[in-house]
């Protein structure tokens, strides 16, 4: 057993943990944020992505959580606090961006990391980012286009304090 | 899948990693990114009684060149070389091999060195390790010692890491003008094993022949394979796309790959002769060769 202490989206959550147990289920069963899916459990789905220390984006089936010890987890349940949904959140609905949602955290937190490093990207750009991530219902188009948007959006106040 | 129980111990020094080595001796092994130690531990293919966690020793993430070699620390992550402006400008073959290991996520986590530890029989970082002729430095209990990659990979999840002995470093000489590179690797998807992969480096000449190459394949066989062959054909020879393929045929010759979901073997053989003829187009393309 191990004491292992991780700061998951502004809260710090602490408890004696196996060694052997996986970010994942530390999140899920020790933090109770049951937002961040288990889908393959073997690293090749993206379902379980979170970020770590605010923009890193990690797949958390493959990290055991004591290496995560003392360190910051984002999961997409801090993606809208209170009723307003996250741009990313808002396209993704917009755009049917999601049909089972099985997905659509790994989906959200990755584009979040990927539009914090790119701002304006690509169509191939977000293909690329996404590229770690399955979806077996959409057939990644939606997704795609809900990224577009969610980029637009969140340049969009920028954009319209110039214009006053 | 759960993975069986371990002894962990974190480590916030390279001093401190190896002394938790020399006390665990046969049962300790380091953990690096785990990007390919924990699902081998969760399928239980991997069973390690004591994991040494090396992730919070800062010392050892560090991209830097030094002495004419480009030196990658022990915990530098893959991402770093993907998107390093000293990496894109110089290093063709790195920069095009950064963009196609694993998965993006993967790839924020994995680590070079720890791959090339790993040696996985599909790899990508040990084929581009022998194609860009890299150096190991391993810290052993008599000192430091620096490995030739060829030394180095000695068979499938075998390297000439000894027990008590941790890899500190993978150097790779910095491409003079010109030299160039390219990673050619067939992949059913994203982050699947690859099919095949090649390897290629090559050097020019001032006259336009070529001085040097380093060409290596990889997924096909137990271990990345240099295709010595090939590098001795090209030795000294104006590129032509005949030279091109009569090097390109050398790598089914010690290509041994093994049949499954991805391909036959005859078909996995045949594309060693084809990726690496292309990795060999692709290097001259960049060194501004037109055949």
Known sequence: MTQVSININGKQVSADVENRTLLVHFIREQAGLTGTHVGCDSSSCGVCTVLLDGDTPVKSCTLFAAMVQGREVTTVESLAPGSALHPLQQAFWDQHGLQCGYCTPGMLMVSVALLKQNPNPSELEIREGLSGNLCRCTGYNNIVKAVQQAAQMMSAPVLAAADD | MFPANFEYVRTHSADEAFAALQQHGYDGRVLAGGQSLIPAMRYRLARPAVLIDINPIKDLEYLREEDGFLCIGATTRDAALEFSKVVLERYSLITSVSKVVA?????????????????????????????????????????????????????????????????????????????????????????????????????????????????????????????????????????????????????????????????????????????????????????????
């Open chain 2, 103 to 291: 998965d993006p996520i993967v790839r924020h986590m994995g680590t070079v060195v720890g791959s090339i530890c790993h040696n996985d029989p599909a790899g990508d970082w040990t084929a581009t390790a022998l194609a860009s002729r890299a150096i190991m430095v391993v810290r052993g209990k008599n000192g430091v010692r620096h490995i030739s990659i060829d030394d180095f990979l000695l068979d499938s999840y075998t390297t000439a890491v000894e027990e008590g002995e941790m890899a500190l470093e993978v150097r790779i000489p910095i491409p003079d003008a010109h030299t160039q590179g390219s990673y050619q690797k067939i992949e059913r998807k994203v982050g699947d094993y690859a099919t095949c992969a090649a390897a290629v480096q090559i050097s020019l000449n001032e006259d336009g022949t070529i001085r040097d190459s380093g060409i290596a394949i990889t997924a096909s066989g137990p271990i990345a394979m240099r295709v010595s062959a090939a590098e001795a054909l090209l030795r000294g020879q104006k590129p032509s796309l005949e030279l091109i393929k009569a090097a390109s045929l050398e790598a089914p010759k010690i290509a041994s790959p093994n049949p499954d979901q991805r391909g036959s073997a005859d078909y996995k053989r045949d594309m060693t002769r084809v990726l690496v003829g292309r990795g060999i187009r692709e290097s001259l393309e960049r060194l501004g060769v037109s055949l």
